[in-house]
């Protein structure tokens, strides 16, 4: 007997056995819902937002009004200008943010769809 605060649970506990060589342990209790392409991609999103830089550069693109200009991130991040861009790279290789030339500058922003597709699987 178990005693679990002020309840007691019975437990059966059966004798272990030998399964036969290949065969399950017992049935899965739920099967995934995703399939291996949304996972992969979902994947490749949470990836590319597992570095704490570039979760922060994707939360200043997804509040601001538009565009930003990388001369706007570089202040906002204690690293150089061509780290911040191999963090962007890094975001829009993973589709996550896009961006526009404009002169010598570029702005980025974020593709929503990106976030939308990571915030439906987990919501």
Same mark, same amino acid.
């Given at each position: 007997?178990?005693?679990?605060?002020?309840?007691? *649970?019975?437990? =059966?506990?059966?004798?272990?056995?030998? !399964?036969? #060589?290949?065969?399950? &342990? &017992?049935?899965?209790?739920?099967?995934?819902? *995703?399939?291996? @392409? =949304?996972? /992969?991609?979902?994947?490749? #999103? @949470?990836?590319?937002?597992?570095?704490?830089?570039?979760? =922060? #550069?994707?939360?200043? %693109?997804?509040?601001?009004?538009?565009? *930003? &200009?990388? &001369?706007? %991130? *570089?202040?906002?991040?204690?690293?150089? =200008?061509?780290? %911040?861009?191999?963090?962007?790279?890094?975001? !829009?290789? /993973?589709?996550?943010?896009?961006?526009?030339?404009?002169?010598? +500058?570029?702005?980025?922003?974020?593709?929503?769809?990106?976030?939308?597709?990571? !915030?439906? +699987?987990?919501?």
């Amino acid at each position: 007997m178990y005693r679990r605060g002020s309840m007691d *649970v019975a437990l =059966q506990l059966e004798p272990k056995t030998r !399964r036969a #060589v290949g065969a399950p &342990c &017992c049935e899965p209790v739920v099967y995934p819902d *995703v399939d291996r @392409a =949304q996972a /992969a991609r979902l994947a490749e #999103v @949470a990836k590319a937002l597992g570095d704490p830089i570039r979760l =922060q #550069v994707v939360d200043v %693109l997804r509040r601001h009004a538009g565009k *930003v &200009c990388v &001369c706007e %991130l *570089v202040p906002l991040f204690d690293v150089s =200008q061509s780290t %911040l861009s191999h963090h962007l790279k890094k975001l !829009r290789d /993973a589709g996550i943010v896009d961006a526009e030339r404009q002169g010598l +500058w570029a702005y980025y922003y974020v593709l929503p769809e990106a976030l939308d597709e990571l !915030r439906g +699987w987990l919501g």
